[in-house]
């Protein structure tokens, strides 16, 4: 992390970054610019080091969701009607709707893998509500998260999935968006995420602690 910065420097990125931006992380630094632009680098870092460990943990949730959903409705689940009609309608109708979604990929992608690949992140996070339980969870949650806490029932291991992803998921969209992320409990969003991944498979997530960089900058935050 760099730790010496040129007065112009600081203003070059205050540029960039436009002041109010910029602002939040001055804010934090008490009005210190130089500590402002290590906050900023360090939240750079952390985000970086954090999407390291979403991708995982978005794979283990999707392909989770898809062993599931395809053991009751079949190879061709994005095809079938029946499945369609199961999804959640949130909001009263407005706004993103998982039907929706699913049947626009549906319709313009060839195969089932690519259609799994466009899905977005909210569409899984509502393949875990409680409707879904005694259809698909209740037969079929311990053989997509093998791993998960066998101290919860079926039905509370569903209703935390549901909750972790969206806390998940909320982060995710923050670090995509080039959002601050530093006030935050980030040792919970990173503990969350590892759990997500070893529901999946605890050898996975036992190797994504031997590559995560996430620990060391929550150790060194400036």
């Not at 313009?108 to 977005?120: D, I, N």
């Not at 530093?182 to 498979?201: H, M, S």
Request: glycine share 6%.
């Amino acid at each position: 992390m760099p730790n010496n910065f040129t007065a112009q420097q600081i203003l070059d990125l205050e540029a960039v970054l436009s002041p109010p931006r910029f602002g939040t992380y001055l804010r934090e630094a008490g009005g210190d610019r130089h500590k402002a632009m290590e906050l900023y680098c360090w939240n750079t870092d952390i985000s970086a080091a954090l999407y390291v460990m979403l991708q995982f943990c978005e794979l283990s949730i999707r392909n989770g969701a898809v062993e599931a959903v395809e053991a009751v409705f079949g190879p061709n689940w994005h095809l079938n009607r029946g499945f369609a009609h199961t999804l959640p309608v949130l909001r009263g109708g407005r706004g993103y709707q998982p039907k929706n979604d699913l049947q626009s990929c549906a319709a313009r992608l060839p195969t089932s893998g690519k259609v799994v690949a466009e899905l977005k992140f909210a569409f899984w996070q509502h393949l875990f509500v409680k409707g879904q339980q005694a259809r698909v969870w209740d037969t079929h949650f311990a053989n997509a998260f093998p791993d998960h806490d066998k101290a919860l029932t079926l039905a509370q291991a569903r209703a935390q999935m549901f909750d972790h992803i969206e806390k998940i998921r909320k982060l995710r969209n923050r670090i995509a968006h080039h959002e601050p992320i530093f006030a935050r409990n980030l040792t919970e969003d990173r503990d969350r995420i590892r759990q997500v991944i070893e529901w999946r498979r605890r050898g996975t997530a036992q190797w994504v602690d031997s590559i995560e960089q996430v620990t060391v900058l929550l150790a060194n935050r400036p």
